[in-house]
C-alpha cells in the first residue's frame, strides 16, 4: 500500500486561459499512453462539450464549470492531474483544487508573461508552500526575452527561478532547447504539429554537426546567454523546490509536442509524492498511517435532477480506499458507506473498485457532507485542517421575485452556498431580509439563478453591486461599530455573524487600516 502510495504524483495545472493548459495536459496523456492521438480526449472542441454534461447551462454557455482529474501512468508514476476550469468565469472551485494539490505546474505564455489569472492561483499555491513548477509555452511563437520573463516571475510572484533548460531563439528561428544539467542541446523537429510523440534529438555543444542544426549566430547567442545564466540565476536546490521557494522553469512548446517530455521526466523527479497532512491532532504522514482518510475539497449537485443528488469529491491522503466501505465521517458524528466510488476521465466517470492516498475520488452523496469534512476509518477520529474560504470578487444583492417563496428561496441559497459555489452575506445591522451573494467568478451568478429556478422554482432578481474587495476582519476583539472606513466601504457579516468589510477599491483598504490602528485584514477566510 505504502509503495502505491510513493507511486502517487498529485498536482495541478494552473495558468491563465488560453496559455496552453489544456494542450499541455493532452500531450502528458499522450507520453503517458492514455490517448492515441493529440486531440481525441481533450482536444477544446471536445472539451467544450465533453468534459461534463452535468448541468444543462455548461452545455448551454459552451464552457466547462466543473473540473476534472485526469489519472494515468508513466516512468513508474501513477499521475493524478487536476483540471481546473479554464475559462475566465472561473469559480471558488478552482481554488479548492488547488488545496489537494501536492505540486502545481504554471503555463506561462513566453509572448504575454505573468497575466492576472495566473497571478491569483499561485497566490494560493504559495500559500500552502507547495512545490510549483514553470513551463513557459508557446516558444514556437515569437517570444519575449526569456530573461526578462524570468525578472517578471521573481518580481511579480516573488518567487525565485531556477531555468533547468534553456531556449535557443523563438518562433521561426526557434532550435531547440539547452539542458542545462546534461550541457545537451535537445534539437526542435517538426512532430506533425505534436500529433506524434518526436524523438528527441540531443547533441553535446562542441559536436562538430551541430552547424547543422543551429546558427553560428544562435549558437554565440546562447554561450553568452549560459554565462550569463550561470552568474546570475538561482542554483537548483531541491530542499528549496521542495518548500515552494525556487520554481524550476522549463521552456517548450505544447502545441509542437517540444520539450513536453524532458519536463515531464524532470518533473516526476523533482515533484513529490502525497505529502503530510495537518490535522486538528497534529501532521498525519501517509507513509506512516495505513488507515485511510480523506476530506472533502467540492461538492457537485444536481448530478440527476429527479433526485438532487450530490457527488462529494475527496482527496485521500492516507491508506487504501475500497468501494463500499464504512468510514468515520468526523464532522457528521457517525459511520458513514462510501457508495459509488468513481473517477473522472476528462470525457467519462468511471466506477472504481480501490484507490490509495493522493488519488481524487468522488463518493455519492446522500446531503450530507460539507467542504473540508473528513472520513477516516482510524480509532483517532482526528480532522484534517479546514479549507479556507476564498475572497469573492463580484457581489450582488439578491431578492426573490414571489415574496411568498420566501422558505423556498432561503433553502436553495442556503444548500447552494453550502456547497461552496457562492458566499453568502447579510447586512451587518439588519437582519436576514438582505442577502448579498459573492462569487469569484460572474458566471457564478447565472449558475445560481439557473439553479434556484430549476432546482426550487424560485425566481430571484440579481442587483449588482460595485464591491471587488473582500476582507476578513483578524482581531475577534475590534468593535465592529468603531471601524472607521472610507465612503466606499461597506460592513457585513457572514452565516455565523462574522463580520467583513467590501471595498470599490484597492486603495481605500490601504486608507482603512491606517485610519484603524491595529486592525488586522485577511484575504482569505478562516474556516
Ligand atoms: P488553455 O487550456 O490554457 O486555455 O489553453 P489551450 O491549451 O486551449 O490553448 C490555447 C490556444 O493556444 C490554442 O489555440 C492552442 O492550440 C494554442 N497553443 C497551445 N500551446 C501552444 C504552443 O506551444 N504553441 C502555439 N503556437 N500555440 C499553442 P486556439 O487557436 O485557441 O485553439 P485551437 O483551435 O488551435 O484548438
Known sequence: MIEEIKKRRTFAIISHPDAGKTTLTEKFLLYGGAINQAGSVKGKATAKHAVSDWMDIEKERG??????????????CCINILDTPGHQDFSEDTYRTLMVADSAVMVIDASKGVE???????????????????????????????????DEIEKELGIPTCPVNWPIGSGKRFAGVYDRETKKIDLFEDTMKGTRVGTMKEMALDDPEIGDYVSEEAMDTLQEEIELLDGASAAFDQDEVDAGQLSPVFFGSALMNFGVET???????????PLPRMTDQGLIDPMQEK??????????????KAHRDRIAFMRI??????AGMDAWHVQGGKKVRLAQPQQMMASERKMIDKAYGGDIIGIFDPGIFSIGDTLTTSDAKYAYEGIPTFAPEHFARVRQVNTMKRKQFIKGINQIAQEGA????????????????????????????????????VDIILENLPYEYIRWIENAEIDINKIRGTSDMKKIKDLKGRPLLLFINSWSIGMTLDRNEGLELAEFGRS
Not at 514556437?140 to 526578462?148: M, N
Not at 519536463?263 to 509524492?273: D, E, I, Q
Not at 491522503?317 to 475500497?322: I, K, L, Q, S
Open 291 to 304: 488507515d485511510f482518510s480523506a476530506f472533502v475539497f467540492k461538492i457537485q449537485a444536481n448530478m440527476n
Open 317 to 322: 491522503c492516507t491508506g487504501e480506499f475500497e
Open 116 to 150: 492576472a489569472q495566473t497571478r491569483k492561483l499561485f497566490k494560493v499555491c504559495a500559500m500552502r508552500h507547495i512545490p510549483i513548477f514553470t513551463f513557459i509555452n508557446k516558444m514556437d511563437r515569437e517570444a519575449r526575452d526569456s530573461f526578462d520573463l524570468l
Open 263 to 273: 519536463f515531464l521526466n524532470h518533473f516526476l523527479a523533482m515533484t513529490t509524492s
Open 422 to 457: 457562492i458566499q453568502i452575506f447579510q447586512e451587518f445591522n439588519t437582519g436576514m431580509e438582505e442577502i448579498i451573494v459573492g462569487v469569484v467568478g460572474t458566471l457564478q451568478f447565472d449558475v445560481l439563478q439557473y439553479r434556484l429556478k430549476h432546482e426550487y422554482n
Open 63 to 76: 464552457i466547462s464549470v466543473t473540473s476534472s482529474v485526469l489519472q494515468f501512468q508513466y516512468g513508474g
